[in-house]
């Protein structure tokens, strides 16, 4: 079977000598992986570059075997930010946060959507702000709504609006712009409590219950972002 779509680049692993196992999020076929011969060569790894658009061809015979891709570049994102490690790093670990969270050949539009949004905000000045709204609409799209608005308390202190959510052993403070939708907030102490926020729900909801590491790639980017 063979079939034409575009998607962006995931991952990719070095197979054999000369050839690459490849992961890409596609427009119309969800997740898919495949083998790309010849993706060592200098003139192809130049443009396989993590979270760039690409046209694809995919010929499998058995839907149990990787199949085997045929890549032509479509737009080029990730080398406009090699200049900046910080940007670069949050493409790297934003690419590896939909791996994880998606399945294979599930289509989705509207995450196919939520990646070409990416690099729009990704221009800002409060890209990291608007990174976070990002994170959580992705999590909303695979089924992980954390529906803040619906769970946080309020009080007032030193006539301050704050919000926070509690149990039996905690009492949890939710930075305001999360719930007040403030995508232009300049705090940046709030904005890393965003962040730490959306890591906690994930090693505790997704990541510990299925057995899976906490993504090196984000805690890097955690880690460049406070330099």
């Not at 990787?66 to 490690?85: A, M, R, S």
């Amino acid at each position: 079977m063979i079939w034409s779509d575009y998607g962006y680049l995931l991952s990719k692993n070095k197979f054999g000598e000369n050839s690459l196992i490849a992961e890409f999020f596609t427009q119309n076929h969800g997740k898919i992986s495949g083998i790309i011969y010849g993706a060592t060569s200098k003139k192809v790894r130049n443009y396989l570059q993590i979270g760039n658009k690409f046209h694809i061809n995919y010929n499998f015979k058995n839907e149990n075997r990787l199949g085997y891709l045929k890549v032509e570049i479509d737009k080029i994102f990730t080398p406009k930010f090699f200049e900046d490690p910080k940007k670069l790093s949050c493409i790297v670990s934003s690419m590896n946060l939909i791996k994880l969270l998606t399945v294979d050949n599930q289509s989705n539009f509207k995450i196919f959507n939520l990646i070409e949004n990416f690099y729009i905000f990704l221009e800002d000045n409060n890209w990291i702000n608007k990174l976070i709204f990002w994170e959580l609409e992705l999590l909303k799209l695979i089924g992980y709504d954390l529906e803040l608005n619906n769970m946080v308390k309020e009080e007032i202190v030193n006539k301050k609006k704050l919000y926070f959510v509690s149990n039996r052993n905690e009492k949890r403070y939710v930075p305001n712009f999360l719930i007040e939708k403030d995508t232009d907030v300049i705090d940046f102490k709030e904005i890393l409590s965003g962040l730490k926020l959306i890591s906690d729900y994930l090693e505790k909801s997704i990541f510990r219950p299925n057995n899976i590491s906490h993504p090196k790639s984000r805690i890097q980017f955690l880690n460049s972002i406070k330099e």
